[in-house]
């Protein structure tokens, strides 16, 4: 079966750095655009950035400049690499294929 799994989440001072990645299994990972999303307490869940199947990337403006996404379809995993982290990129962090509607179980990341 589909299945998404994080890890990498952790607690950081603001200014550090974090990286999340996420293992996928259960489908063709290659042929399937992968996204992370994060949830604040109280917020709604919303897009932190996207690779598709060719590696092209799209960032919310929020962590343009400050987050890298990438994909390694050898292993099957995607990751997120987070600096100059701030107090507002608190949150628990997705990995998602959307199109076949996987989601991960979330891992926290939380910035001080």
């Known amino acids: 079966h589909v299945q998404l799994v994080e890890s990498g989440g952790g607690s950081v001072q603001a200014g550090g750095s974090l990286r999340l990645s996420c293992a996928a299994s259960?489908?063709?990972?290659?042929?399937?655009?992968m996204a992370w999303f994060r949830q604040a307490p109280g917020k709604e869940r919303e897009g932190v950035a996207v690779?598709?199947?060719?590696?092209?990337?799209a960032y919310a403006d929020s962590v343009k400049g400050r987050f890298t996404i990438s994909r390694d379809n050898a292993k099957n995993t995607l990751y997120l690499q987070m600096n100059s982290l701030k107090p507002e990129d608190t949150a628990v962090y997705y990995c998602?294929?959307?199109?076949?509607?996987?989601w991960g179980q979330g891992t926290q990341v939380t910035v001080s």
């Open positions: 998602a294929a959307r199109s076949i509607g996987a």
């Open positions: 259960g489908y063709r990972y290659a042929s399937y655009c």
């Open positions: 690779i598709d199947r060719d590696g092209t990337t």
